[in-house]
């Protein structure tokens, strides 16, 4: 099953291919190199002769041509030809005979020994959709690109800007060299990938919160609708500081591609945690956990890398039922074929709990854990409240239960109620 319904399913091979990239992403100073790569799977994926990277240069707020590279690169003010155009709309547009189309007769752009017929365009969004640039596939004939080409263009442009915020991210960093100063921007670049406002999923209510420590740390969660199914994540990197958040990012970045080209959970949670795997230094890893929840069969199918324990809080009863980790922490070791979800069932009134260590380990004066039964005590006497009610009773909790005991770690939590009928 896809969890986006696309009718050109992009074949396994593709997806290990595209994701073979993403694993270098975590190396900004490597940005050229990889734009140049993400264009040359791009000229597979799409089948074009040649593709162009256009970034938007924040200083004189023109688009510079990166791939291919030049000594003296082309510059074009947004709004002028039709990479202009694409960056002035942030839309996709496809022409299919340039050699009819006004606008690009004002402002070619030739493939070299050929001429350039057809030329599809696509925005390059960061993660608040703000322009990064602009990619342009050029191909020698008349139509040559279709929908499927207008499909893969932007889980492309996804990868290129993965690769351009991190770069501008480590520029930002090193500017600071005051270390408070560092901590400060990290813990804004972190806090930026969070979800801006929660997804409306009819019959649901849902809250995530994240409150982290002094310094940056690993944790993550991510909330969206693909395709009418919720995807929930919750992530946890080891360690504390910028590398853990890039690495916990750099997973929530892989995941939302190998989604958009169109693989399973099960298939994503293999492939991720392979690339992961050789990526990530030996002593690092990310524990998480990811599924979809459907709204209409109320099912989550999901797994879970060593993020534990898991809460379903069951309404008829008051019953706290703990789910364990399915696997081994993502990225510790590769997976050598796909492994089948796990699932449990949302009844009315059930809550599915998803919370960081940073609550359940989280210690007092006395050296005493805040622990499972205290949140499952929470629950029990909260539980009909909204959800963001019911995240700030469980925050207060700990919190009082903490005193004067400082918050040694991140305080994520993800938590989605299915409604009474």
């Not at 169109?262 to 998480?288: K, S």
Request: glycine residues 8%; aromatic residues 6%; negative net charge.
């Amino acid at each position: 099953m896809n969890y986006l319904d696309h009718p050109n399913e992009i074949t396994r091979e593709s997806l290990v291919r595209i994701l073979d990239i993403m694993h270098r992403l975590a190396a900004p100073e490597a940005m050229p190199e990889l734009l140049r790569e993400i264009i040359e799977v791009g000229k597979v994926a799409i089948v074009a002769e040649t593709g162009v990277l256009w970034l938007l240069e924040k200083s004189s707020g023109q688009l510079v041509m990166v791939v291919p590279s030049s000594e003296s690169p082309k510059r074009l003010d947004v709004g002028v030809g039709w990479v202009g155009e694409c960056a002035s709309t942030l839309l996709i547009s496809n022409i299919h005979e340039c050699r009819e189309d006004q606008l690009f007769l004002e402002y070619p752009i030739q493939i070299p020994g050929s001429e350039t017929r057809s030329l599809l365009n696509v925005p390059i969004l960061g993660l608040d959709d703000s322009l990064l640039g602009v990619m342009q596939w050029l191909g020698a004939e008349t139509g040559q690109f279709d929908k499927h080409d207008e499909w893969v263009g932007p889980a492309l442009a996804a990868q290129a800007a993965v690769a351009i915020q991190h770069s501008y991210m480590t520029d930002e960093l090193l500017a600071n060299a005051i270390l408070s100063q560092e901590v400060a921007v990290a813990r804004d670049i972190q806090m930026s990938t969070l979800p801006a406002s929660m997804p409306e999923v009819p019959g649901y209510d849902l809250h995530g919160h994240f409150q982290p420590t002094d310094h940056t740390g690993g944790d993550l969660y991510d909330l969206v609708v693909l395709n009418k199914q919720l995807f929930m994540l919750l992530g946890d990197a080891t360690g504390h500081g910028f590398g853990p958040a890039l690495s916990a990012t750099q997973m929530q970045a892989m995941l939302r591609v190998s989604f958009r080209l169109g693989a399973d959970l099960d298939h994503a949670y293999m492939h991720v945690n392979n690339q992961l795997a050789e990526d990530l230094p030996d002593d690092r890893f990310i524990t998480a956990f990811m599924g979809f929840l459907d709204p209409v069969t109320h099912r989550v199918n999901y797994h879970s890398g060593g993020q534990g324990p898991i809460l379903h809080f069951r309404a008829e009863g008051g019953i706290c039922d703990w789910y364990k980790p399915t696997n081994f922490p993502v990225g510790i070791m590769e997976i050598d074929d796909k492994q089948e979800s796990a699932n449990l069932q949302l009844e009315p009134g059930d809550i599915l709990a998803l919370i960081s260590d940073g609550v359940y380990e989280y210690s007092n004066l006395q050296k005493e854990d805040f622990g499972e039964d205290r949140v499952a005590a929470v629950l029990r006497a909260n539980h009909q409240l909204p959800m963001a009610d019911l995240s700030a009773k469980l925050i207060k909790a700990v919190m009082d239960f903490g005193g004067d005991a400082p918050q040694e770690d991140d305080i994520t939590l993800v938590l989605v109620r299915r409604l009474p009928e």
